[in-house]
């Protein structure tokens, strides 16, 4: 595998429910972020991880988890979701935490809150 | 606070027609700018970025871009756009170090491109 790969791709769940999603980065890159792309609306930065560590968390609500467990792997954890969560959300990682390094994204998991 | 605009929200082009994608940025100081490419079910992709130098910048797939201070623009070009450049495609901007937050992007909207065979 090469590459940032996410999973599941795609995933309903109702507002109780507690789901995770994954993203792996084959880069051997030291930063990951998770995104969350809604329909006519910027792309927004949710959370940054720099070697394992949390960075920034851009005023997101409790219901979003993040982990990071090692320079690899990333994980978002949800609980009782909204339906205005429904949105794509983006994995991506980076060589440094720097805007001079590119930012490679995953396919997305396209969540749909019920 | 910055922000990035992208007028056209949807533009539709003829294979084997030229392409302008328009953006325009606003910012404190000359940021670094990026085009991103994301096809249906897809992450996105880098196309190019500038940082500084030479104001046209060449990137993948055939496209390049223009920065002009004076306009706050950075237009994404294609002289001949092929059905498989249909995709949604967007403007990125991100502060020069040492900026707080030296690593966050700003993007916009994003223009979707159709492509008539």
């Known amino acids: 595998e090469t590459g940032v790969t996410q999973t599941p791709r795609h995933l309903v769940m109702g507002m109780t429910n507690k789901k995770s999603l994954k993203c792996e980065q084959h880069l051997g890159h030291n930063a990951m972020y998770w995104y969350k792309q809604s329909a006519k609306k910027p792309l927004e930065l949710m959370f940054v991880y720099n070697f394992k560590e949390q960075t920034e968390n851009n005023s997101v609500p409790s219901r979003f988890s993040p982990e990071c467990p090692n320079s690899s792997h990333l994980f978002l954890h949800l609980h009782t979701l909204q339906p205005e969560d429904s949105a794509l959300y983006l994995c991506a990682s980076s060589q440094r935490r720097a805007s001079t390094d590119t930012q490679y994204f995953g396919p997305g998991t396209r969540l749909t809150v019920l | 606070a910055q922000s990035v605009t992208q007028p056209d929200i949807h533009i539709t082009v003829s294979e084997g027609a030229s392409l302008e994608l328009r953006c325009n940025y606003s910012?404190?100081?000359?940021?670094?700018l990026f085009w991103y490419v994301q096809s249906p079910g897809q992450g996105l992709q880098l196309l190019l970025k500038?940082?500084?130098?030479?104001?046209l910048v060449q990137g993948i797939k055939g496209f390049e871009a223009e920065f002009k201070r004076s306009q706050s623009s950075f237009n994404l070009r294609k002289p001949s756009v092929h059905w498989s450049d249909a995709a949604e495609y967007f403007c990125a901007v991100g502060p020069r170090p040492p900026g707080a937050g030296s690593y966050q992007l700003t993007f916009g909207k994003g223009t979707k491109l159709s492509v008539i065979p």
């Open positions: 910012y404190g100081a000359t940021p670094y």
């Open positions: 500038y940082f500084s130098g030479d104001t």
